[in-house]
């Protein structure tokens, strides 16, 4: 069974750093792309980054383009999402999402709320 | 980047009815690149169209896509109970990758 799941979230000030993480389990993690996704509270979604099975491609949305870094570790089954210089326009509950070739987002975590204030 | 727009924001119906959901992009997007999801309060999306017209593993044949260029639709022949919800539209034919900010299915 495929299965996400992320952590790392939590308050933040602004200004702050958070890394948050997805465990992947029950696929070849290596061999699939992978994306953050989020949700601002009571909004709809927005696409923040994906990055290919190998590492090697990365693309970012601008509102977090310089400030946030996407990378993956395939040893250990895991994407991350490095967050920095947050502000309160982050907040929100990020998702992991698998792409699975031609197949966008078929799986998803059941996310982590990041919540940025003083 | 490419703006996608969802009409109706909200489209109320009773269960058995027919919902048809309206997605539009500001430029052509190749239908390869068209998906629908479904969110339920508290939950996570769940991709239930790709390709604008094939249904995910799963999903039930009462859900149907189609369109193609700028106009595409998401068509629910019978409105079950589990399928009051908000769903989103989202292209990834140009980055950044963009969502539709979705239209809220509700009890008549």
């Known amino acids: 069974e495929v299965q996400l799941v992320e952590s790392g979230g939590g308050l933040v000030q602004p200004g702050g750093s958070l890394r948050l993480s997805c465990a992947a389990s029950g696929f070849t993690f290596s061999s699939y792309e992978m994306n953050w996704v989020r949700q601002a509270p009571g909004k709809g979604l927005e696409w923040v980054s994906y990055?290919?099975?190998?590492?090697?491609?990365?693309y970012y949305a601008d509102s977090v383009k310089g400030r946030f870094t996407i990378s993956r570790d395939n040893a250990k089954n895991s994407l991350y999402l490095q967050m920095n210089s947050l502000r309160a326009e982050d907040t929100a509950v990020y998702y992991c999402a698998r792409d699975d070739d031609t197949i966008p987002h078929d799986y998803w975590g059941q996310g982590t709320l990041v919540t940025v204030s003083s | 980047e490419i703006v996608m727009t969802q009409s109706p924001a909200t489209l109320s119906l009773s269960p058995g009815e027919r919902a048809t959901l309206s997605c539009r992009a500001s430029?052509?997007?190749?239908?390869?690149?068209l998906s629908w999801y479904q969110q339920k309060p508290g939950q996570a999306p769940r991709l239930l169209i790709y390709?604008?017209?094939t249904r995910a593993t799963g999903i039930p044949a009462r859900f149907s896509g189609s369109g193609s260029g700028t106009d595409f639709t998401l068509t629910i022949s019978s409105l079950q109970p589990e399928d009051f919800a908000v769903y989103y539209c989202q292209q990834d034919y140009n980055l950044p990758f963009t969502f539709g900010p979705g239209t809220k299915v509700d009890i008549k």
């Open positions: 390709g604008a017209s």
């Open positions: 990055i290919s099975s190998s590492g090697s491609t990365i």
């Open positions: 430029q052509s997007v190749s239908s390869s690149y």
